[in-house]
């Protein structure tokens, strides 16, 4: 199934002009992961204390997608800038991860969303995105695979909260959309873990 992380490559080509001027301007990839860490964490904060102010919902959108070209641009500066360290790996991974649970677990606040379902699916994100960790760890590639990664997850959820900013009222067809968002997460899971597996077994058998 394609995944919007499939784009990955054309948004940072339009993206790379803007990379050489923050580079210029002393902006490093830590700076800017920190930086999308934080609003992030107030975004969903703000939230998660006004649960029915439409205009933070609204909001969402918008910040979800500054917040996929920051995490473009943070990773390009790193591997194109010489700015790769530990300390910006360990940014990266669990900037996202806090990101993510920050942003989208206010929604289960929201009048009429299923709270359950927003919750599971932040639990299997999590999940998600450390089995894609730990896949290094084992001797395979860090895996993005699909059909639900971080990129389809921020376009789903800012859909949504576009929608409830917008005063469509929550009911049946959100909480068949967050069912159906926890099944391909939880669908992205085993991906991960499988082809994680499969590519370690595969290059010991080329070695052997």
């Given at each position: ?8 490559p054309r ?5 790379r ?5 923050l580079?210029k301007?002393g902006?490093?990839a830590?700076?800017?992961t920190?930086?999308?860490?934080l ?5 969903g ?6 649960p029915?102010n ?6 969402m959108p918008?910040?979800?997608?500054v917040?996929m070209a920051?995490n ?5 500066l790193?591997?194109?800038h010489?700015?790769k360290s ?9 900037g ?5 649970s920050?942003?989208?677990l206010?929604l ?5 969303v299923?709270?359950?379902?927003v ?8 999940m998600?995105e450390?089995?894609?960790v730990v ?7 860090r895996r993005?695979d ?6 389809d997850?921020a376009f789903v ?6 929608l ?5 009222e ?10 159906v968002m926890?099944?391909?997460s939880c669908?992205?899971?085993?991906n991960?873990?499988k082809?994680?597996?499969a590519?370690?077994?595969?290059e ?5």
């Amino acid at each position: 199934m394609p995944s919007i992380y499939d784009l990955k490559p054309r948004f940072q080509n339009m993206l790379r002009p803007l990379n050489s001027h923050l580079v210029k301007l002393g902006i490093t990839a830590n700076l800017v992961t920190l930086f999308a860490l934080l609003l992030s964490v107030a975004l969903g904060a703000a939230i998660a204390l006004n649960p029915e102010n439409k205009l933070l919902l609204l909001l969402m959108p918008l910040w979800l997608f500054v917040r996929m070209a920051l995490n473009a641009i943070d990773g390009m500066l790193a591997r194109e800038h010489d700015m790769k360290s530990r300390l910006g790996a360990v940014l990266n991974e669990m900037g996202d991860v806090v990101s993510d649970s920050a942003l989208y677990l206010p929604l289960a606040l929201v009048a009429g969303v299923d709270p359950v379902s927003v919750t599971l699916i932040v639990i299997v994100s999590i999940m998600v995105e450390m089995v894609g960790v730990v896949s290094v760890q084992i001797g395979a590639s860090r895996r993005y695979d699909g059909p639900f990664g971080k990129s389809d997850r921020a376009f789903v959820f800012g859909a949504l909260s576009l929608l409830l900013g917008l005063g469509i009222e929550p009911g049946s067809w959100s909480d068949w959309l967050l069912w159906v968002m926890l099944l391909l997460s939880c669908i992205t899971l085993i991906n991960r873990a499988k082809n994680g597996l499969a590519e370690v077994k595969g290059e010991t058998r080329n070695a052997g």
